[in-house]
């Protein structure tokens, strides 16, 4: 069972270039989420989508954005990276209620210099 | 904005010990989780609980939900090595709101 996939695992950018974190998922879950987790921290959102073709901004949205055109797939983009954007990214889904267990990829740990 | 204060922040116990760490928020939630998260890896569900006053018991470890449903704990009894690692609460709101927010965990490490 993939469950969660996240692409790549390891990145390490230079200041103000882009990139797109990939996640799949293969559950059918309605609900996605993307967090970064920074050292010593928890999880905080960024984005989050209840469903294909809709998303809403999380507690830390600014320099990302979104996109969910299926219900597999919720690409996080990085556009001009800043090396306050060095951090672990995790994507993870849940079924439709909330309440209901999520489940998390392995996570994108990713370098800004 | 919900929030999740979790306490304590480091714990460092010896094998055997028991122990309970705690999340409390301001606000009221229709479902709180506990998750265990080790290193490299994702975090991974222990529990779900969802009513007020619930008790959960999975082996050594016991969790509680808060009447007012604002608060958990977890407890862990004779905890051993294999327990090290960073347990998160999350709470999850209620009707229209879909977002599942965490705490800042609670770093446990038990020594042999």
């Known amino acids: 069972n993939a469950g969660v996939t996240q692409t790549p695992k390891f990145r390490i950018l230079k200041i103000g270039q882009s990139m797109t974190l990939q996640c799949t998922q293969d559950?059918?879950?309605?609900?996605m989420y993307w967090y970064r987790q920074d050292p010593g921290m928890g999880l905080k959102l960024i984005y989050y989508s209840v469903g294909a073709g809709i998303t809403d901004k999380g507690e830390v949205p600014n320099g990302y954005n979104v996109s969910r055109s299926t219900t597999e797939d919720f690409p996080l983009r990085l556009e001009l990276a800043a090396p306050s954007q060095t951090s672990v990214y995790f994507c993870a889904s849940s079924p439709l209620r909330v309440g209901t267990e999520a489940f998390f990829g392995q996570g994108t740990r990713l370098t800004v210099v | 904005t919900q929030l999740l204060e979790q306490s304590p922040q480091f714990l460092s116990i010896q094998e055997g010990e028991n122990l309970t760490v705690y999340c409390n928020s301001s606000s009221v939630f229709s479902s709180l989780q506990w998750y265990r998260q080790e290193p490299g890896e994702g975090p991974v569900l222990l529990v779900t609980v969802v009513t007020g006053g619930e008790v959960k018991k999975l082996k050594r470890l016991t969790f509680q939900f808060g009447d007012a449903r604002k608060d958990s704990s977890l407890h862990i009894t004779a905890a051993q090595p294999g327990d090290t690692g960073l347990y998160l609460c999350?709470?999850?709101?209620?009707?229209?709101?879909?977002?599942?927010?965490f705490g800042k965990g609670t770093l446990l490490t038990v020594n042999p």
């Open positions: 559950m059918n879950h309605n609900y």
């Open positions: 999350a709470g999850g709101g209620g009707g229209s709101n879909y977002k599942l927010t």
